[in-house]
Each structure stands twice: as C-alpha cells, then as structure tokens.
C-alpha cells in the first residue's frame, strides 16, 4: 500500500523513499520534519493522519530536541503547553 504522505513534503525526506515510508512506523520522523518544514496544506494533512493530542505528545515530549528552536516555541504556544521537556542542544539553531 503507498503511502499518503504528501508529495510535497518529499524535499524533506531525501534519504527516503517517500511511498515506501509506513505512516506509522516511520510517524515520529513524519511529524518531526512536517512540524518543522511544513505548509499549512501538509501540516492540515498531518492534523487529520495524526490529531492534536499526539502531535502534542510529539512536541512535548520530543519538540525541544528535534525542531528549530523557533518552529519550536511556536507549537508549544500553538498547544498551550506548560509541561514540555526541554535540555540542552548540541548545537545551537
């Protein structure tokens, strides 16, 4: 079965074989780089494959180490959270 991940999202997954990915195996990667490089048609695409609470999940729990910093604090504003891990970067972005 191909996948139904947007085409448009392809630029962001050069090491892959987008029809290939399985949208939920591979759907930590698929929401790390749709939240960061998104559109609002793909990020619609990813609210309706995903729903808020575990793109919530992602960004509470992942967020802070896999986003551009400002991508970041965006969707902890855009979910309202107050309880988001957070630590050191490796590299500042």
């Known amino acids: 079965?191909?996948?139904d991940i947007p085409?448009?999202?392809?630029?962001?997954?050069?090491?892959?074989?987008?029809?290939k990915l399985?949208?939920?195996r591979s759907?930590?990667?698929?929401?790390?780089?749709a939240l960061a490089w998104g559109d609002c048609a793909e990020l619609r695409w990813l609210f309706a494959?995903?729903?808020?609470?575990?793109?919530?999940?992602?960004?509470r729990h992942a967020g802070w180490?896999?986003?551009p910093r400002r991508r970041f604090q965006f969707w902890v504003c855009y979910f309202q959270l107050d309880d988001y891990q957070s630590g050191e970067r490796v590299w500042a972005n």
């Not at 085409?7 to 029809?19: A, V």
């Not at 494959?49 to 960004?59: E, F, H, I, P, S």
């Open 65 to 67: 180490r896999c986003l």
């Open 22 to 24: 399985d949208v939920e």
């Open 49 to 59: 494959r995903y729903g808020n609470q575990r793109l919530a999940d992602w960004v």
């Open 7 to 19: 085409q448009t999202l392809r630029p962001f997954f050069q090491e892959y074989e987008l029809g």
């Open 27 to 33: 759907a930590f990667t698929i929401i790390e780089r």
């Open 1 to 3: 079965m191909p996948s």
